[in-house]
Structures are given as C-alpha cells and as structure tokens.
C-alpha cells in the first residue's frame, strides 16, 4: 500500500511557472507507475503526466508537452511535476497517484492523494 500526499500548489500569472511535489509513503515505491492527472471545475479528471518506476520514460497529454515535466526520485520517494508556461486553461486540481498498467487510464492507478489546487490568473 502507497500513500501519497500532494504539495506546491497555489495562484500562479499566466506565463509563470509552479512545481508540484507529491511524497509517497509506504514499500516498493519504486514498483510503481506514478501520475500526475487534473481536474478542472465541471469537468472530468485527465491525465497530465506520469513516469515509469525507474524513471527513464516519461509520458505527457498533448495539452501540456513541451512546458510540463513530471520526474522521480526513487530514494526520497518523491515525484515531481514542474511547471512552466502557465496557462488559465491549466487551472485545475493535480492530483498524484500510484499505479500499475496503462499510464493514462485513470483506473491503472490504485492510490491518489487528496489534490492541490492550481489557479492561473489571466
């Protein structure tokens, strides 16, 4: 069993950057798949990001390649989601989760924190 535990949220101007950290407790952390995913007023949970258990691949939505970049530090049990290029758009809950499976399935992950919100004022 993994919990994991959400931090780094907060209001942001758009173009401005954040970094999300997510702490996880428990065994074999690095046994798992980790996620980062949001969720928007309204709307449903997406996937954002996630990171293999050794760290070496790394996966991204479309909505936020190129500015979002998700890593691991598999001896803290830490994982990370740094934020650059903000957008209003990006306003959302982040959630952290661990998991096992296809990585953008939300059903794949079987732990989630509680979420960080993320505001990005225009």
């Known amino acids: 069993q993994v919990e994991v535990v959400e931090s780094g949220g907060g209001l942001v101007q758009a173009g401005g950057s954040l970094r999300l950290s997510c702490a996880a407790s428990?065994?074999?952390?690095?046994?798992?798949?980790m996620g980062w995913f949001r969720q928007a007023p309204g709307k449903e949970r997406e996937f954002v990001a996630a990171?293999?258990?050794?760290?070496?691949?790394?996966y991204y939505a479309d909505s936020v390649k190129g500015r979002f970049t998700i890593s691991r530090d598999n001896a803290n049990n830490m994982v990370y989601l740094s934020m650059n290029s903000l957008k209003p758009e990006d306003t959302a809950v982040y959630y952290c989760?661990?998991?096992?499976?296809?990585?953008?399935?939300?059903?794949?992950?079987?732990?989630w924190g509680q979420g960080t919100q993320v505001t990005v004022s225009s």
């Open positions: 428990g065994r074999a952390f690095n046994n798992y798949l």
């Open positions: 989760a661990a998991g096992s499976g296809t990585y953008y399935v939300k059903s794949t992950y079987a732990y």
């Open positions: 990171i293999n258990r050794s760290g070496g691949n790394t």
